[in-house]
């Protein structure tokens, strides 16, 4: 069995690389994980959604419909089209900010009035952050994917300093990692101040470390 | 620093390195001591010649096409050094000519062709399974599952190619080339000064008539050594299972999703897929009551097991498209054993607009496709890449997209097929600066050469933009960031054949100067062709200006900036209002994305009232 995260978002947001701080947090921790997306395309504003999966063994890559466990999105109407991915014990960390495509602008198609309402409506568990709106008052508005991961950092199974150390090591230790940290530390708290998720969250987790195979990934 | 016991035996060197397929299938090739690798970018193989461009030791280059890349590998084989291309599935029709021959020459120095298929078809024309290839051309077909096989299979690749003389095949595909997981990986080999050097032997490298006998002999002599080889391959693995009710063949990535939605299957993995290990296959039929081939995306393994009496299901009840997934492969378990096809109910999507990939803010084409939106009265033929983007909303600026470099030929086809009509509408073709030097250029000699009232525009945006904004001869920069010389298209066009008159440059940010080129160029009854000269807007030779904003008091919601398409223009707030006429208008007020703008000022261009003006 395997922990099922899914990271939506449009192209040139960083869904991939927030995703696959993820994976290289469970791999760090002793897990086997993979990481898939279908790009190309997409990433001249598109649809971007990054597949990542945690346990002791991995095989399929793609996640099934109806099984994830977290849905991090990074775009409001995003999360909405990627919430059939859901578990029914699974919940969304959604950020509210919305990319209004020309498709929409034009009046050819419609933006979702409510997307975390109509999510709600479904029986899924929805928590908001205004993650861009966090990152903004740290300096960045790009500084929102590193608020999400803090955000999602509890409800993960492995330590949270792992995915907050597989965050900050692309940026070393100059103003932008001081940034990035204290991003990743606003959501954090933020979700432990919410409770979004219950201590047991992680005990769930059906997968077990592996033996620490994985602990000199790197590259 | 602390004193630390070190073993007295150093650790093998063995990393594990999170990798996906293409940067595996790289590394495995780089610690085979490849030498020379070239490939032309596409999804989803551009990630393979980008990693091996950044190792040590390899001499690697962006070709103009596969065809020319394959070639570079050819040569280089010959020279005695291993030698790798890589390419997206549709990329191997373009090198077709040359491969159908190195079928019959072979190869000295182990050569491997990277062709990864789209499966699923998110950014191509098409879904084609490139093991058709294999059987074709005479050539060992791989099929790695995951990104360790990646790995493992390119680095035996090049000697199995060295072994039997011919270029091999490694087939991967979406899900291969674009999953990341754990890779142990080591080394890399000594380039053997052995293998290098070349010596004239006219009877191999020359393939004129009457060498071709001989070569097909050997062939088939190559052909049989192959079959032993497969038969005893490591890579195709039998793999016992207690529920004999139904066996697997699978090869590909396919494997993981068998093994995920039935691990207690007994199931053939096929990995040196071609030839087929018929035994193998046998005695999995002969130890289960039904066999299912499962194989994205044609049934070739079901069809060869087929004729060779074995009797298989596949496609009867798996998709001819698209990726096998778990659920897919349930459903089509369920259909086999009579079943209802649903193991699980499927949850609602949920209803969503569309989000198809568009234009860059800034980006040099926008205004393009304004104008060609806005002709009605003409044909557009498009080409593959950005131009691509011009069919979509709200341009539908083209009516046709066919294949890289299509554009030109298919246009002056219709021009000529237009020919004494009284209504012939005037045809346009449009193509960019990578996809022009690809396959574009031997169409508009053609024109030229016909004199097919074809008007060109060539959007010269110094990138091949779509793949990642790779460098090509038009950049003046080589893969390695070495000054390299700038191919000037308005020469290069001139000397096809175009008359220096019908050559003309202009800046697509100049809207209305624009326009007025076009349509004069549209009247001529000649051949001519449209210069663009922006940047792509991700291109290093881009300068961002100040952005802009919209003047409220100026605005009076025509929405006309709407129409240049631009991401970083949004609708604050809609309206319909009846006019005196008692027509109905729809407006609407908008505001421009500060962080988005490019200041490229194709917006304020198209409004009327100057009401965007520089923030």
């Known amino acids: 069995m395997s922990t099922d995260v899914l990271v939506v978002g449009i192209g040139g947001q960083g869904v991939m690389t927030a995703a696959e701080a993820i994976a290289r947090a469970a791999l760090e921790a002793g897990y086997e994980a993979t990481k898939t997306e279908v790009t190309g395309m997409s990433q001249r504003g598109g649809v971007v959604c990054s597949q990542v999966r945690i346990g002791e063994r991995v095989e399929a890559s793609e996640i099934r419909p109806g099984s994830a466990r977290l849905l991090i999105a990074f775009e409001a109407a995003e999360g909405l089209r990627w919430s059939h991915y859901l578990a029914p014990e699974g919940c969304v960390l959604l950020d509210p900010w919305r990319a209004v495509p020309p498709i929409v602008s034009s009046g050819v198609h419609q933006y979702p009035a409510d997307p975390a309402g109509e999510m709600r409506a479904a029986n899924r568990r929805v928590h908001e952050i205004d993650a861009r709106g966090i990152a903004e008052r740290i300096g960045d508005a790009r500084l929102a994917n590193s608020v999400m991961l803090g955000a999602a950092a509890s409800s993960l199974p492995f330590p949270e300093q792992n995915l907050r150390n597989q965050v900050l090591r692309r940026f070393g230790s100059g103003e932008i990692a001081a940034q990035n940290a204290a991003a990743f530390d606003a959501g954090r708290a933020l979700a432990l101040a919410a409770r979004f998720f219950p201590p047991q969250a992680v005990a769930a987790t059906e997968g077990k470390p592996a033996s620490a195979i994985a602990s000199s990934a790197s590259s | ?615």
């Open chain 2, 1 to 615: 620093m602390s004193a630390v016991l070190q073993p007295a035996v150093a650790p093998p060197t063995v990393n594990r390195e999170f990798l996906s397929g293409n940067e595996a299938a790289a590394r495995g090739a780089w610690e085979a001591g490849v030498e020379i690798a070239a490939a032309y970018p596409g999804t989803p193989s551009t990630e393979i010649l980008e990693t091996l461009a950044g190792l040590a030791g390899v001499y690697a280059e962006w070709s103009t096409n596969e065809k020319v890349a394959l070639e570079v590998a050819l040569g280089a084989s010959m020279t005695g050094r291993r030698a790798i291309t890589a390419m997206k599935h549709v990329g191997l029709n373009v090198a077709a000519d040359t491969l159908m021959t190195m079928g019959l020459v072979g190869v000295k120095a182990g050569l491997v062709i990277a062709v990864s298929d789209d499966v699923g078809f998110s950014s191509s024309q098409n879904e084609q399974d490139s093991r058709f290839w294999g059987r074709f051309v005479h050539l060992p077909v791989l099929e790695p599952a995951d990104a360790a096989e990646a790995y493992a299979m390119t680095r035996e690749a090049f000697s199995i190619s060295e072994r039997h003389q011919v270029p091999v095949l490694l087939r991967l595909t979406t899900r291969v080339s674009h999953v990341k997981r754990t890779v142990a990986t080591g080394a890399r080999e000594a380039a053997d000064a052995m293998r290098h050097g070349y010596r004239k032997d006219a009877e191999r490298w020359i393939i004129t008539p009457n060498h071709v006998g001989k070569r097909i002999e050997l062939r088939a002599a190559r052909d049989a050594a192959l079959a032993r080889e497969t038969a005893s391959s490591a890579w195709n693995r039998f793999e016992p299972g207690a529920d004999s009710r139904l066996g697997f063949i699978v090869s590909g990535p396919a494997y993981h999703v068998v093994r995920e939605a039935f691990p207690d299957a007994p199931l053939l993995k096929l990995g040196l897929s071609h030839p087929m290990p018929l035994d193998a296959a046998k005695r999995l039929a002969a130890l289960t009551e039904r066999v299912l081939v499962v194989e994205e995306v044609d049934p070739i393994v079901e069809n060869e097991l087929k004729a060779a009496a074995i009797p298989v299901h596949g496609k009867d009840v798996l998709p001819l498209q698209g990726e096998i997934t778990v659920p897919v492969l349930e459903n089509a378990v369920a259909r086999l054993s009579g079943g209802s096809p649903q193991r699980r109910t499927a949850p609602l999507k949920a209803a969503v607009f569309p989000r198809p990939p568009t234009l860059c803010a800034g980006c040099p084409y926008m205004g393009v496709y304004f104008w060609l939106g806005q002709l009605k009265d003409a044909v557009i033929c498009g080409d593959i890449g950005c131009y691509t983007l011009g069919c979509g909303e709200p341009w539908n600026a083209m009516d046709s997209i066919i294949s890289m470099g299509a554009s030109l030929g298919v246009a002056h086809g219709m021009v000529k097929g237009f020919a004494g009509d009284a209504d012939a509408k005037p045809v346009l073709a449009v193509i960019g600066d990578s996809t022009f030097l690809h396959t574009g250029m031997p169409a508009l000699a053609n024109i030229a050469y016909q004199g097919g009232n074809v008007t060109v525009l060539l959007l010269d945006n110094r990138a091949t933009a779509m793949t990642g904004g790779q460098d090509n001869p038009g950049t003046g920069q080589r893969l390695d960031g070495s000054a390299a010389p700038r191919l000037d298209f308005a020469k290069l066009v001139e000397a096809l054949g175009v008359r220096p008159e019908r050559v003309r440059v202009v800046d697509p940010y100049e809207l209305p100067t624009f326009f007025k080129v076009l349509r004069e160029e549209m009247k001529v009854p000649e051949p001519s062709v449209i210069i663009t000269n922006r940047p792509c807007v991700l291109s290093r030779d881009f300068e961002r200006r100040r952005p802009l904003e919209v003047r409220d008091d100026q605005c009076n919601g025509c929405a006309r900036c709407l129409d240049v398409g631009c991401p970083a223009i949004t609708v604050r707030r809609r309206e319909s209002q009846k006019r005196a006429s008692g027509k109905v208008v729809d407006l609407a007020w908008v505001r421009i994305e500060r962080a988005l703008c490019t200041g490229c000022d194709l917006c304020a261009k198209a409004c009327a009232r100057g009401a965007i003006v520089a923030a």
